[in-house]
């Protein structure tokens, strides 16, 4: 193989597995066929070697045409038409399977996947890379995302620190019983309440709670109630409820709208969702949209992130904000259009002694980067 080649196979296998925890949760899922309309038999030999359950027969139609589908498999269809992977032999084919296998083997070694079981019945999944006696950092992401967004930050801090991501309840283990998860229950206690079973599980001791966007709320939350427990906290880009002390962006108020309109019922949730992705989906960013958009690929994983989100999205954290009195680092951008930066200038007035970092310019979604100067600015506070 030649080094452009192991790229390129290299991209398209992280493509596949961007949908890796969408089949886990529902199996099998169709995309439309024109996703691998360059190498059909290369895609769909890695789908069986990275046990991806991937097909590619929805209908095409122009009046069944789902744009959440078109983002779930943007990722694939660019990856699967680089010249290095055209025009594949047998031989070929069956190499790169092989190969990306060892890709998949070689990348899961790199961290620990963990299950906890809670009282409820609800599975609990997080992933942990770094030496497991090393002060621990815990990521508490935004709902229903997979741990894949948070990687960059897994192996940037691995080599200093234990460090978690873990998934929201409801949102990783198998959907057999849709109900089950309305009887479990979504709301920020419950997610507090599995972010601090899971380092009793683990026994990480004292952990370094990082929150971004709205797992700034369950992180607040936690450290209020245990902190103990807790050894510092940090939030990135946080979407935060602070009633009229802050502004929010037009984002956070068409969104927190839009989902309790998601949230009122499975019905409701399924009309509302053929109504979002019947035309173009727009914000989508590039070499993460599958992640981003895996919440709208079926209108029981809407309904479920509608609850889960919609519940970080009403928390009122003035009153668990006031309540930290640990080292607390707020990190924002100017132009964040999506959390509003002054949501993350009044919480830094509301904590004492946190320290406020703005960056002139930034991204939401950079907070997943963890781009050398993130990781400093974060040692840096984890270190004084």
């Not at 360059?38 to 070697?49: E, G, I």
């Not at 680089?82 to 790199?110: H, I, K, M, T, Y």
């Not at 009122?264 to 992705?277: H, I, M, Q, Y």
Request: charged share 25%; aromatic share 6%.
């Amino acid at each position: 193989m030649t080094e452009a080649f192991s790229i390129a196979l290299a991209d398209l296998v992280d493509a596949v597995r961007q949908l890796e925890g969408l089949t886990i949760q529902i199996g099998p899922f169709a995309l439309y066929p024109d996703t691998c309309d360059r190498a059909p038999d290369l895609v769909a030999a890695l789908c069986r070697a990275l046990e991806v359950p991937l097909t590619f027969d929805a209908p095409s139609g122009e009046r069944e045409r789902d744009f959440a589908l078109l983002s779930l498999a943007a990722e694939i269809q660019r990856a699967q038409r680089a010249p290095e992977l055209a025009g594949l032999s047998c031989e070929d084919v069956a190499a790169a399977a092989a190969e990306a296998r060892r890709l998949r083997q070689a990348e899961n070694a790199g961290y620990r996947l963990h299950t906890v079981h809670r009282p409820d019945g609800s599975v609990i999944t997080a992933v942990d890379a770094g030496p497991q006696d090393a002060p621990c950092v815990l990521i508490s992401p935004p709902c229903a995302l997979s741990y894949r967004l948070s990687l960059p930050w897994l192996t940037a801090l691995s080599s200093s620190y234990r460090c978690l991501v873990i998934q929201t309840r409801g949102t990783s283990e198998r959907i057999e019983e849709p109900e089950t998860f309305d009887r479990r229950g979504y709301d920020v206690g419950h997610q507090v309440d599995d972010l601090l079973a899971l380092t009793e599980e683990l026994s990480t001791g004292s952990v370094h709670l990082m929150g971004i966007c709205g797992g700034a709320a369950v992180a607040l939350a936690a450290a209020a109630r245990r902190p103990d427990r807790v050894g510092s906290v940090s939030l990135w880009h946080a979407d935060l409820e602070l009633g009229g002390q802050a502004k929010k962006s037009d984002h956070q108020i068409n969104l927190r709208a839009l989902l309790d309109l998601g949230g009122e019922s499975r019905d409701t949730a399924a009309w509302l969702r053929d109504k979002l992705t019947s035309g173009p989906m727009t914000g989508v960013p590039e070499r993460i949209g599958p992640l981003v958009v895996r919440p709208y690929a079926t209108a029981e994983l809407f309904y479920r992130y509608a609850k889960l989100t919609g519940a970080t999205m009403h928390w009122d954290s003035r009153q668990t904000a006031a309540m930290v009195s640990l080292p607390c680092l707020i990190v924002t951008s100017e132009d964040d259009d999506t959390a509003h930066p002054d949501g993350s200038r009044r919480l830094a007035e509301i904590i004492p002694g946190a320290r406020l970092v703005s960056a002139e310019h930034g991204n939401h979604l950079d907070a997943f980067r963890a781009t050398p100067e993130q990781v400093a600015c974060l040692t840096s506070f984890l270190a004084g």
